[in-house]
């Protein structure tokens, strides 16, 4: 399968997570979580592109004026990138009335209300206007995650609203999307087919839950106290294949491209068995041609750059 973000560069990411986005938004978070040095190590790493997760209310005051020191911070970011040969994912993590974590955010009405709706796309506008001419780096991804499958027929409304207005600005940008069940595989085929020739479907993997998140403290969706070693998980080439199979099939049909904006394993889990779960996804990506970018470079539990990776970390970056 053709890959239009392999064709620009994009291969193989990882996520700066926690730095414009799941913070506490103070200044020491926002100047000193990533530095010009956590650049210099990522390309040195032999990765292609990061995926910055950014918040609206770095950009956004509470009336939905903006903040102009917001903006300068991606500006010193994606120049940092330009530095080190890094391509850029550039993902909206939150919007008002909306975020992918109901446990640790108050947004919400986002998909019933046409004046939050209205806001996103003002501030993609915004976006568009700043950086579409950076179409040959900077990918915009318009949100991550949709949670309900029930906001799924208003998600593609929106989806085709939001890039019309953003091709005013950014005619030749590659956009993003995903679909509902936290941008799950399953749930591409239910996205409408691209509004363009630069539009690709976007899912996450962080299958099967109960080995890569155990002991999770922020889901009820698994027991915290089991533990799952790699070879009782179920974990296989075929698992994969299989639980892609939705999102191959509906790129294939609709002449498109997939991307995996996040994967990656819990630093509960032992580091010999993150690496099998590793090699296993990547020899998927690699047959279906899967652009990717992993769950995350730095803390947030799943930190590729943590101690604990240490003796592996060299194996390891083969297969992201």
């Known amino acids: 399968m053709k890959n239009i973000l392999k064709d620009m560069g994009f291969y193989k990411g990882v996520n700066l997570g926690g730095w414009f986005s799941q913070c506490d938004y103070s200044e020491d978070r926002l100047n000193n979580f990533i530095t010009e040095k956590d650049f210099a190590t990522i390309s040195g790493w032999g990765l292609d592109h990061?995926?910055?997760?950014?918040?609206?209310?770095?950009?956004?005051?509470?009336?939905?004026?903006?903040?102009?020191?917001?903006?300068?911070?991606?500006?010193?970011?994606?120049?940092?990138?330009?530095?080190?040969?890094?391509?850029?994912?550039?993902?909206?993590?939150?919007?008002?009335?909306?975020?992918?974590?109901?446990?640790?955010?108050?947004?919400?009405?986002?998909?019933?209300?046409?004046?939050?709706?209205?806001?996103?796309?003002?501030?993609?506008?915004?976006?568009?206007?700043?950086?579409?001419?950076?179409?040959?780096?900077?990918?915009?991804?318009?949100?991550?995650?949709?949670?309900?499958?029930?906001?799924?027929?208003?998600?593609?409304?929106?989806?085709?609203?939001?890039?019309?207005?953003?091709?005013?600005?950014?005619?030749?940008?590659?956009?993003?999307?995903?679909?509902?069940?936290?941008?799950?595989?399953?749930?591409?085929?239910?996205?409408?087919?691209?509004?363009?020739?630069?539009?690709?479907?976007?899912?996450?993997?962080?299958?099967?839950?109960?080995?890569?998140?155990?002991?999770?403290?922020w889901t009820d969706m698994i027991d915290k106290n089991e533990r799952i070693p790699f070879e009782d998980s179920g974990v296989s080439e075929e698992y994969f294949e299989m639980r892609f199979a939705p999102a191959i099939r509906s790129a294939e049909e609709n002449g498109t491209s997939l991307f995996c904006g996040e994967y990656g394993v819990i630093d509960t889990v032992s580091p010999e068995d993150t690496l099998k779960w590793y090699k296993c996804i990547n020899a998927v990506f690699e047959k279906y041609n899967v652009v990717r970018s992993a769950w995350s470079y730095k803390e947030m539990d799943f930190g590729l750059s943590d101690k604990r990776l240490d003796d592996i970390r060299d194996e390891l970056l083969k297969y992201l």
């Open 50 to 217: 990061v995926r910055i997760p950014v918040d609206y209310n770095i950009f956004e005051n509470d009336d939905g004026s903006y903040k102009e020191d917001g903006f300068v911070r991606i500006d010193n970011a994606f120049a940092l990138c330009e530095k080190y040969n890094l391509k850029v994912i550039f993902d909206l993590h939150k919007t008002a009335g909306y975020s992918f974590d109901s446990y640790g955010e108050s947004e919400s009405g986002f998909f019933e209300s046409e004046v939050l709706q209205e806001r996103f796309y003002r501030l993609w506008e915004e976006f568009a206007k700043r950086y579409g001419k950076l179409n040959d780096r900077v990918v915009f991804e318009l949100l991550n995650e949709v949670t309900d499958k029930s906001f799924s027929a208003t998600w593609n409304r929106i989806i085709e609203k939001c890039i019309r207005r953003i091709r005013v600005y950014a005619p030749d940008t590659v956009i993003l999307v995903g679909g509902y069940w936290n941008n799950s595989p399953e749930a591409v085929p239910d996205l409408e087919k691209p509004y363009d020739n630069k539009v690709i479907y976007n899912f996450h993997c962080y299958d099967p839950l109960k080995f890569t998140h155990q002991g999770a403290y």
